[in-house]
Every structure is written in C-alpha cells, then in structure tokens.
C-alpha cells in the first residue's frame, strides 16, 4: 500500500459556521457537497480536513474537555505558533492551553472548535527547530555553524522560496541548503531533485502565481535593472 494522502473527517454542528471558524485561522473553504450541502473540505497549503454534517465521527460537550477529535497541525517555528494563538483570541475563538514549551521539543498551544475538536498547533523548538517532521529520523544532528552570504534573487524566485519554504514547514535557509546538497548529487542524467511528484505539481502552481513564465537556464539571461 502506497498512501498519498490523509484527510480526516470532523462532525460539525453547522458547516456554514465551520468554515468561517476555519477562515479565522488562515484555513480557506475548497468545497461543499449536496443540496443542502452536508459534507465540505477547508484547506490550507496541500493539506485538507473534511467537514460531515452531524455524521462520520463524535463530538464533544462544552463540558467533555477531552472529548471530539484532536488533531496536531506542525508549523514551521515557535514564533507561528504565538500568532496562531494571537490570532484565535484576536478572533474570540476558544483556546485551551496558552503557548507552552513542551518536554518533548515541541511549543504548543489548542485551540478547541465549537464542536469539541481540539487543534494543538505546535513548531519544533531547541536545535530541531529547522529540521523537517518526515526526515527528523533520518540520522544524528549534524551541528554546523551557518554564515551569512550575500546574495540577490531575481524578485519572483524569492517569492517562490518564501512560499515553498512555509509549505514545507522548513525555514528559507534550511529549504535552500535541502534543494542545494540535492543538485550537487546526480541521478540518472540529471540531478536529484529534493521534491515529491505533489510538492512538484505544487511548485508549478507557484509559478504561474509569482508570474515565473522562464525556464531553468534563463539565469543565464538575468541583466539586473
């Protein structure tokens, strides 16, 4: 079995009102289904979470603490997770637990829909704070000492990486050194590429959005104002 994908499924009271509560945390609507609609997504970045209309799944009381799904969004520092949190009472929506600094390297806070869900939101702290989830098993630390280098970008390749970084949950330096030790390796005719078919596709989509209408030989042809 090969999963390309998960999408969890919340019993919501009222979907209209979810998907505002969702808006309010930088979530978008994707879609809804039926007439009346009963099922719908919110999504933000490639991630989706499915919204059934009082079926598909539990929901808990105002009472029951513990009670409906909990889920875990990663974000990509300490510092987001303070805004989530300053954005949820900004909004007047119910937080649970304040940003804490967790034992197990993780800053955290929850933050609880109306129907008892709980979301933690949290961001690796310590000296994992730059290492992605998926790779954070792939070895030992390697302790390093970066550098400040002086370099230029051509403006929509710099929006891209901004983009591309917060999708990967990966600060701008560390997504830059991962595509980097990529190119310097070969594979097949050509170079690795440190990207998924998905994260691909998505790439392309940032494209059309910063306007990037070039090729990859076209900094050959960059003549800076």
């Known amino acids: ?92 929506l119910i937080v649970t637990e304040p ?29 994992e ?7 954070r098993k792939a070895g030992a630390p390697l302790r390093i000492e970066r550098v400040d280098v002086p370099v230029r970008l051509e403006k929509r390749i710099a929006a891209l990486l901004h983009d591309l970084a917060a999708h990967k949950r990966m600060s701008l330096a560390s997504c830059l050194e991962e595509t980097l030790l990529h190119t310097f390796e070969r594979m097949g005719h050509g170079v690795a590429s440190p990207h998924t078919r998905k994260t691909l596709d998505y790439i392309q989509e940032l494209k059309k959005k910063h306007g990037i209408d070039y090729d990859s030989h076209a900094s050959y042809r960059f003549v800076e104002r």
């Open 1 to 92: 079995m090969n999963v390309e994908g998960v999408a969890p499924i919340l019993s919501v009271s009222s979907l209209e009102d979810s998907f505002a509560w969702f808006e309010k945390l930088a979530w978008e609507k994707r879609w809804d289904y039926g007439d009346p609609p009963d099922f719908g997504a919110v999504g933000n970045g490639m991630f989706e979470i499915f919204l059934c209309l009082d079926c598909q799944g539990g929901r808990a009381n105002e009472d029951d603490n513990d009670g409906g799904t909990w889920m875990s969004w990663f974000v990509a520092s300490p510092a987001e997770v303070d805004a989530a949190y300053a954005l949820a009472l900004q909004n007047g």
């Open 99 to 127: 940003p804490t600094d967790k034992p197990w390297n993780l800053r955290e806070c929850h933050i609880r829909h109306p129907d008892g869900h709980t979301f933690r939101i949290g961001a690796a702290i310590g000296e």
């Open 129 to 135: 704070r730059d290492v992605p989830t998926e790779v």
